[in-house]
């Protein structure tokens, strides 16, 4: 049985990624940071009972603001397989708090790295790179940009990004980037533009809410449904030879597009409902993302199956369920049609959805 560690197991990504490899029957370790709320909502339903038998699904507290546990951890596991999917992952807070976003989003990796190095054993390695290292260069983006980052999070993941590099050619390890597009679902945090969004609108629908207060809304992002980026990502360590791969839709929508998409499929009238803040600009943007994912196609024989209609109806109807409101149901017949078993709106969307529901701000 392969053995695999999830840093950021409690993620949007690495809560999908644990079901994933579940389903190819992985034993699945998770690093958890301890906090005085729960954090752990979007993995409850796979959740073992650590004094059960053999349990499959194990869970270790770990910060990468620290060092202690890494070495130990990974020495004693010795998985097959380390994705590194933790991180201060949202821009705009970036800004904020710039030199923590350094240690966990950039050093937090070179941690991990240095801790395979130093215990000698043999494991892939998957840093989760970002198409926000590629900020301001020209539309469409491949393995061959050149980055030109706009934020603190993005030079701390073009940080990552290459140190993923140095201890690949440096040491000859397996250490790959996946440098994923924008990828969202019914688990996307509360507070990135695609979720704020479908609260909102489930919000609005319930006479909960009148308005959405949003910032830029010309800024376009490559949109994709995150469970079939998790499947990218296991790909990318089925391959003989580690590299780096784009993964994303090749299609470029703005936050208006997707407003009115949004809206429109909940038949509401966004123009009555939606507030454009000050509040929620950056002090810099990047404006446009495309991802071109020839080599994925080529090499991964990756393919998107949800496009940006279906992305949309999916996480309507989530949010809507969540509020207890009857949705239109195309998002379930989307994943009957699409998507394969382990990712099925009765085992992965409904058991999660209401223990998601958060609070929406930045
Ligand atoms: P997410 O939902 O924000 O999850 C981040 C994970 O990192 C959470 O499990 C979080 O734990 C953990 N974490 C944060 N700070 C940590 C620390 N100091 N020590 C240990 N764990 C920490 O992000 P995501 O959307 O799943 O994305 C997964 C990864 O892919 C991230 O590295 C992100 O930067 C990258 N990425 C995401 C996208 C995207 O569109 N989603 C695109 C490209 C790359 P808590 O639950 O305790 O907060
Ligand atoms: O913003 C605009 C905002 O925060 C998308 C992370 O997963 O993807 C994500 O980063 C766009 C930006 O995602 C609001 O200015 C307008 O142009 O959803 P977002 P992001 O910044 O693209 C990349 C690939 C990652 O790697 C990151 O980890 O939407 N926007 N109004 C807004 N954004 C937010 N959050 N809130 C608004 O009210």
Same mark, same amino acid.
């Given at each position: 049985m392969k053995r695999a560690l999830i840093t950021g197991i409690t993620g949007?990504?690495?809560s999908y990624l644990a079901e994933l490899l579940l389903a190819h029957g992985y034993e699945v370790h998770g690093v958890i940071r301890r906090a005085s709320?729960?954090?752990?909502?979007?993995? %409850?339903?796979?959740?073992? %009972?650590?004094? !059960?038998?053999?349990?499959?699904?194990?869970?270790?507290?770990?910060?990468l603001a620290s060092t202690e546990w890494i070495l130990d951890l990974i020495y004693h596991l010795a998985p097959d397989e380390i994705y590194n999917l933790a991180a201060q992952s949202h821009v705009k807070v970036s800004f904020e708090i710039p030199d923590y976003t350094g240690d966990v989003t950039g050093l937090g990796t070179t941690k991990i790295l240095e801790a395979i190095r130093?215990?000698?054993?043999?494991?892939?390695?998957?840093?989760?790179? +970002?198409? !926000?290292?590629?900020?301001?260069?020209?539309?469409?983006?491949? !393995?061959?940009?050149?980055?030109?980052?706009?934020?603190?999070?993005?030079?701390?993941k073009v940080y990552s990004y290459w140190m993923t590099r140095i201890y690949r050619e440096g040491y000859g390890m397996f250490?790959?980037?996946?440098?994923?597009?924008?990828? !969202? +679902?019914?688990?996307?945090?509360?507070?990135?533009?695609?979720?704020?969004?479908?609260?909102?609108i489930a919000a609005i629908a319930a006479g909960r809410e009148q308005f959405l207060h949003l910032g830029n809304l010309d800024a376009q992002r490559d949109w994709g449904y995150a469970p079939e980026y998790m499947e990218a990502a296991w790909g990318i360590l089925?391959?003989?030879?580690?590299?780096?791969?784009?993964i994303g839709i090749g299609e470029a929508h703005s936050v208006r597009e997707f407003v009115e998409e949004a809206f429109t499929y909940a038949g509401?009238?966004?123009?009555?409902?939606?507030?454009?803040?000050?509040?929620?600009?950056?002090?810099?943007?990047?404006?446009r993302l495309v991802a071109n994912t020839a080599k994925a196609q080529k090499?991964?024989?990756?393919?998107?199956?949800?496009r940006f209609a279906d992305l949309v109806a999916i996480m309507v109807d989530a949010d809507m369920e969540v509020l207890g409101l009857q949705s239109l149901g195309k998002g379930k017949i989307i994943l009957e049609e699409k998507l394969g078993h382990w990712h099925q709106w009765h085992n992965s969307v409904s058991k999660v959805i209401r223990a998601t529901a958060g609070r929406a701000s930045e």
């Open positions: 949007q990504d690495g709320t729960f954090n752990t909502q979007r993995i %409850d339903h796979i959740y073992q %009972d650590p004094n !059960e038998e053999n349990p499959r699904l194990r869970l270790h507290y770990g910060d130093r215990s000698g054993i043999k494991t892939k390695f998957y840093q989760a790179s +970002s198409s !926000e290292m590629f900020g301001r260069a020209p539309a469409p983006q491949d !393995e061959a940009t050149p980055f030109q980052p706009r934020s603190p999070y993005a030079a701390a250490a790959a980037n996946g440098i994923l597009f924008n990828h !969202e +679902s019914p688990r996307r945090g509360e507070t990135f533009v695609t979720r704020k969004i479908t609260r909102g089925q391959q003989e030879k580690p590299d780096d791969f784009v509401l009238d966004w123009k009555a409902h939606v507030k454009v803040s000050e509040r929620y600009l950056r002090p810099l943007e990047v404006d090499e991964l024989q990756w393919q998107p199956r949800i």
